[in-house]
């Protein structure tokens, strides 16, 4: 099908609409809704970067009881389906798919970005190829370029995904090796580096007699429970971990781990507007996943100097050497933890190193330079869509 692009005015800027059905609780901050993810997370940092920068931006999430469409810092909201509405096999469909589609079509943009592997990439880049606009598909984790798509449950997701992906207009990854996944296991060798954005706390700072912090989903994947065997090994330092709540097993059963360890805290739920200030009380952050992709816990903890420790590689590198402390097992781990805690020269140069780096790749300016060129790119730049 032959379908002529869509023409923005001469002069202005494309309009954005970003497809990210469970962004509504960070974008308008609502603490009463315990979701957050990364993807999320990274979209409402870039939204609302590119309002502030003159671009028309609006959003497409699901229906939490906003009105159909609302308005939140410059950036127009469209709603789609409730988290559970409609029959089960059937809701896909409708009310999920019609719902999405619909609001697409009353964004009415220039150009539709979407963040994460699934079946939405299949179903927002059919949309663009119908109405003649422009898609961005971004990645969010190492995992959305494994062969088998161990993030994505279903095949009839795992075709729509991948049909989607050969379809984008552009392909956005957070790392070089994501970028080597995508051309090896997907074709896509054109994809472009932008490294994910924070928008830190000014004069941010780590705290001197901080504890060890962990934030995250808590679920198998993050590996939790190994942060909870840091805390049993390291008797001599603080430990807070942040995540889980009401109904979820698995915080259950840390919960219960956690009861004879006096030196560790769990708080439960804590949503992004308030979590910032549980990184303000720590000193060093460690992350147990088994993968990920490029963490915002990572900027939120270097933006203000807190060090990070991790069993993967983010593949940061900065003035010649790595940023994140990568250890291959827990027994590492614990000797890194314990290092950083009690060598005060030790974790100063660790800090200063990761603030610089910070400073120099991840700020809401550089990613919207690195956006702007991907724009260009795809044809979009300068009003000419």
């Not at 909201?77 to 009310?95: E, I, K, M, Q, S």
């Not at 795992?158 to 992906?165: A, N, S």
């Not at 590996?223 to 698995?250: D, H, T, W």
């Not at 769990?266 to 088994?290: E, H, I, K």
């Amino acid at each position: 099908m032959d379908v002529k692009l869509k023409q923005a005015a001469p002069g202005r800027r494309p309009s954005v609409c970003f497809v990210a059905p469970a962004i509504y609780p960070v974008l308008a901050r609502d603490t009463g809704i315990e979701s957050v993810g990364g993807a999320e997370v990274q979209q409402a940092v870039l939204a609302r970067t590119l309002q502030r920068a003159g671009y028309e931006v609006s959003v497409v999430t699901m229906d939490y009881g906003q009105p159909a469409m609302v308005e939140i810092d410059g950036i127009r909201v469209y709603r789609a389906h409730t988290p559970d509405g409609g029959l089960p096999v059937l809701r896909f469909v409708h009310p999920r798919l019609t719902s999405i589609w619909s609001a697409m079509r009353r964004a009415d943009a220039d150009i539709y970005y979407q963040r994460s592997s699934g079946m939405l990439t299949g179903v927002v880049a059919q949309f663009c190829r119908m109405y003649g606009r422009r898609f961005i598909y971004a990645a969010a984790s190492d995992g959305d370029f494994y062969p088998a798509l161990p993030l994505i449950a279903h095949g009839r997701d795992k075709w729509l995904y991948r049909r989607g992906l050969r379809q984008a207009d552009a392909v956005v990854v957070q790392h070089p090796a994501q970028r080597e996944a995508c051309a090896q296991h997907f074709l896509r060798a054109d994809s472009h580096i932008v490294p994910s954005c924070h928008a830190g706390a000014a004069e941010a700072s780590a705290a001197a007699d901080g504890y060890v912090l962990w934030v995250g989903t808590i679920k198998p994947l993050k590996r939790p429970e190994l942060f909870i065997e840091l805390a049993r090994r390291l008797p001599q330092f603080q430990f807070r971990l942040v995540g889980g709540g009401s109904g979820n097993a698995l915080f259950e059963q840390l919960r219960e781990q956690a009861a004879a360890l006096p030196n560790l805290t769990l708080t439960g739920f804590v949503p992004y507007a308030a979590v910032d200030q549980q990184f303000a009380g720590a000193r060093l952050f460690v992350n147990t996943s088994d993968f990920e992709g490029f963490p915002n816990t990572f900027l939120q903890a270097w933006s203000r100097g807190i060090p990070a420790v991790s069993f993967f590689d983010t593949g940061a590198t900065h003035e010649g050497g790595p940023v994140c402390r990568q250890v291959p097992d827990l027994d590492a781990m614990a000797a890194c933890v314990a290092r950083l805690m009690g060598d005060a020269a030790a974790w100063q140069a660790a800090s200063d190193h990761v603030r610089r780096y910070f400073d120099a790749n991840h700020t809401p300016s550089a990613a919207l330079r690195a956006y702007e060129q991907v724009f260009a790119a795809m044809g979009a730049a300068g009003g000419v869509v």
